[in-house]
């Protein structure tokens, strides 16, 4: 049988530190005596780094031999963090790092600590990839993630005199995790013409002559799975000049600048990230990017095919792609582009292989994030594509009119080309019609999505190509690593870390529940995690906080639907109360820290208004001695993964408030319960399937219902909107400049008074404020809370990113694990 980690791990302490003493000598051509934390960092990262490879290498053999289908996850966000951590963890030889670091004289927190994140992603879309690849390598699936290597990650932000600043993100300076393969490359074309020839049979044939062409070079990033010997892909592509004869000559011939010129271009492909979540600008470069990461990935995905020597027909026996929303889509033209172009087959056979081959994932229904192209950028950009989907199309509609004739309103609704001025491309659409199974990400929003943007298509293909997976998240991460020691308390309760591979395991907690010293130590934890925080708090703000208080945390991009305005109007109306109140009136009030982190689009001027409004808010609220330890509200600078593994487990409540029915799942809402932290939250997404797993004695809901949002909008604008009562005084003292310049302010508030309050604000804010007062009650009593908590944690076990997976495999990609115990 195997041991765990025969080839990936290190045989002791001591083989680790030789190897960390080779690096720093070698590699890294320092000596021992001059070696920093940084130094150490890289020395132990190649360390690791090199017992994964071993594994990776077996693991792609061992997946190939068996001959099993493998899944590709496309992705134009991963959003990993970092890497080092996890890991150690993963091979479950971090005691053994600390041990060996210590005699080094370094700590490992700190030299873990000098790993920049790696942020390819924007949020929770990204962020999901990187859950789902943990858990497909700990799960054994045959799996690779495809995605972009951006030189710029996720811009950084400062805050400064109040305001969000952009920061570019260059990341790559020094990344021991990634693997060049410039042997791997692919050709992509853009531009160009389509030349048309009628064969000897008197059919057409297309071929694409691409007017410019660009490599894609791979870079592998290996992904090791939790407590099991198989190591995983993530390929990254990064584009560069396609080096020709065309460049040699220019060279030569002189033109050194704009041959230099050619190349920038080639690399502005993969340059950066665009910051925007959730809201579609349809800008060329985006297009750009979506066809070449498609193109080189499905390129890469068919070699591997044709090794196999398979007909064309066995294609989706070996291999699935999901799409992760809409941005891969053009991966379903380009399949049925090479089948029909380049490999022959017929459209019906073609398309056959296509629809059985991809599964198309649904992230939002917000109507500014669904994706459109205009078909003249399609045009000049990709014309035989334009040409594909116009087919796609024809038919698709063909069928339509054949089971529902005469139709006309429904063909215009469902076609994939939208007749406006320019017409448009609408992706979902094509993703929908090029896919065996569309899915949505909490139960909610999969209902919502059959019943409301989608609901044609339900008609047209039938209810069970539509499904629901609910999101999930890895507890190698967002338990283990972020919250070592109350995973060790869970450890010492259940039997080992077995936990950590079946989440349900966790209900064994709740034979502890009355137990004195596991109460006392989880109570403790909890308070040590939020000395942490309040540490990270003072160092960076200035701002000192209690950590007896109530850490109340909202953490997450900052966008009106997730509705943050409503937030700091509720922070400002305890403020406004306490200042109402006598001395010995407010000594009974509950102490409380308000803690807010994200990042705004830089375009999004609400987005920042809100961020602005917070910043002024703690600028006033931070600094009156009539308030104290009362109240804090503080901004925390540049939110992103590796923060967030410090902020979830030191949350004592966390706000998951958007407008019902607009939050597609969120995934921050399943760490924080995990960590022992309790919800206020809305009806909305996966906050509805936590309500059911943990009772609702045990989560803070407030607000409207998903089925009451369209009247409340459309009653807004009959005139007669009154705002709530207690936001008019908010709104007063807003105006009356008490946290600075009004005008600052003046569009937060306009949105809720004067333009028809979309969002909702409100009308949610008395239950919302209510809602508060609830928690503060519930705290008050900290021995109810921790009972709360201890029962949330031990019925969490649903969330965890396995279970999720595992229902794509069956249900979606019809794909097994792999034995890994077989091989020698
Ligand atoms: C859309 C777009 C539109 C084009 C420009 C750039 C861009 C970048 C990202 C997106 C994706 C928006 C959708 C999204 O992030 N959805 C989030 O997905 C999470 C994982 O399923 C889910 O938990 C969140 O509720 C949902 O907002």
Redesign the pocket.
């Known amino acids: 049988a195997w041991t765990k980690h025969q080839v990936g791990g290190f045989k002791d302490k001591d083989a680790f530190e030789s190897e960390v003493v080779r690096h720093v000598e070698t590699t890294l051509a320092r000596s021992l005596y001059n070696c920093d934390e940084t130094a150490a960092y890289s020395a132990t990262a190649l360390a690791f780094r090199d017992r994964l490879i071993l594994e990776w290498n077996r693991t792609q053999q061992r997946q190939t031999f068996s001959d099993s289908k493998r899944v590709y996850y496309l992705s134009?966000?991963f959003l990993m963090g970092r890497a080092l951590d996890n890991a150690m963890l993963n091979v479950e030889q971090k005691d053994l790092a600390k041990d060996g670091l210590a005699e080094l004289g370094f700590r490992v927190e700190d030299v873990i600590q000098q790993e920049h994140d790696a942020a390819l992603g924007?949020?929770?879309?990204?962020?999901?990839a990187a859950c789902f690849l943990d858990s497909l390598a700990s799960l054994n699936y045959p799996a690779w993630g495809y995605g972009l290597r951006y030189r710029y990650g996720i811009f950084k932000q400062e805050i400064i005199d109040g305001y969000q600043v952009e920061v570019p993100d260059y990341w790559l300076d020094f990344n021991p995790w990634e693997f060049p393969r410039h042997d791997v490359t692919v050709d992509i074309q853009f531009y160009g013409k389509v030349l048309t020839e009628t064969n000897d049979k008197g059919n057409a044939i297309s071929q694409w002559e691409g007017g410019e062409t660009v490599k894609a070079v791979a870079y592998d990033v290996p992904i090791p799975g939790y407590a099991t010997p198989t190591t995983n892909n993530l390929r990254l592509w990064s584009s560069k000049a396609a080096s020709g004869e065309f460049d040699f000559q220019k060279f030569n011939s002189g033109e050194y600048e704009s041959s230099v010129a050619d190349q920038q271009r080639a690399e502005t492909i993969s340059a950066v990230l665009?910051?925007?979540?959730?809201?579609?600008?349809g800008k060329e470069l985006?297009l750009k990017q979506q066809y070449f990461w498609v193109a080189a990935s499905l390129y890469d995905i068919v070699r591997r095919f044709k090794k196999t020597r398979r007909p064309w027909r066995e294609f989706p026996d070996q291999v699935a792609i999901q799409l992760n929303?809409?941005?891969p889509t053009l991966a379903i033209v380009e399949l049925q582009r090479i089948l029909i172009d380049l490999e022959g087959l017929e459209w019906d056979e073609a398309w056959n292989i296509v629809v059985n081959t991809f599964g198309y994932?649904n992230?939002?229904v917000?109507p500014e994030?669904?994706?459109k192209w205009s078909v003249p950028l399609i045009e000049n950009l990709l014309p035989r594509h334009l040409q594909i989907i116009y087919d796609i199309n024809l038919y698709f509609l063909q069928t339509v009119e054949r089971d529902f004739p005469g139709d006309s309103d429904l063909l215009r609704d469902v076609s994939i080309v939208e007749e406006s001025e320019p017409k448009m491309i609408r992706m979902a659409y094509l993703a929908i019609v090029g896919s065996h199974k569309v899915n949505g990400?909490?139960e909610l929003?999969s209902e919502l999505i059959r019943t409301t943007i989608f609901k044609d298509f339900v008609r047209i293909f039938g209810p069970d190509k539509f499904t629901n997976v609910t999101?999930g998240i890895t507890p190698r991460r967002w338990l283990h690593q972020a919250n070592p020691r109350l995973s060790e308390l869970i450890a010492s309760k259940t039997g080992g870390h077995g936990f950590l591979k079946d989440l349900t395991a966790l209900n064994k907690l709740e034979l502890y529940i009355d137990d004195k010293d596991f109460r006392k130590e989880w109570a403790e934890i909890k308070y040590a995690n939020k000395v942490r925080l309040a540490k990270h708090i003072k160092a960076t703000t200035g701002v000192t906080v209690n950590p007896a208080a109530l850490f109340d945390v909202q953490v997450k991009?900052i966008h009106e639907y997730k509705r943050q305005q409503m937030n700091i109007f509720g922070a400002i109306h305890r403020y406004l109360e306490l200042k109402a109140m006598s001395p010995e009136q407010r000594q009974k009030q509950m102490r409380r820290v308000s803690i807010f982190g994200g990042k705004a689009a830089p375009g999004y001027w609400m987005a920042k208004q809100i961020i602005h409004l917070i910043n002024s808010v703690g600028a006033v609220v931070n600094n009156d001695k009539d308030i104290g330890d009362l109240l804090k509200v503080v901004f925390l600078e540049d939110y992103n993964v590796s923060k967030a593994e410090m902020i979830v487990p030191a949350s004592d409540i966390s706000e998951h408030i958007?407008t019902a029915g607009?939050?597609?799942?969120?995934?921050?809402n399943m760490k924080f319960v995990l960590n022992g932290g309790l919800i206020i939250g809305t009806c909305d997404?996966?906050n509805i399937e936590i309500t059911r797993e943990v009772s609702q004695d045990n989560i803070f809901l407030f607000g409207h219902l998903s089925e009451e949002v369209d009247d409340l909008r459309y009653a807004h604008h009959s005139g007669d909107h009154v705002v709530d009562p207690k936001l008019v005084g908010v709104f007063e003292e807003i105006e009356n400049g008490r946290f600075g310049n009004p005008k600052d302010f003046s569009d937060l508030i306009s949105a809720v008074r004067d333009h028809g309050d979309y969002y909702l604000v409100s009308d949610d804010f008395s239950s919302y404020v209510d809602s508060h007062a609830a928690v503060d009650e519930a705290y008050r009593d900290q021995e109810g809370w921790i009972t709360k908590c201890i029962t949330s944690v031990s019925r969490m076990g649903f969330f965890s990113s396995d279970r999720c997976i595992n229902e794509y495999a069956e249900g979606i990609w019809n794909v097994e694990p792999l034995d890994t115990t077989k091989d020698k």
């Open positions: 134009l966000e924007n949020g929770g879309l990204g962020r999901l665009y910051p925007n979540d959730n809201l579609d600008r985006r929303d809409t941005h994932t992230h939002t917000l994030a669904l994706e990400v909490a929003h999101n991009r958007s607009t939050e597609a799942s969120g995934t921050s997404g996966a």
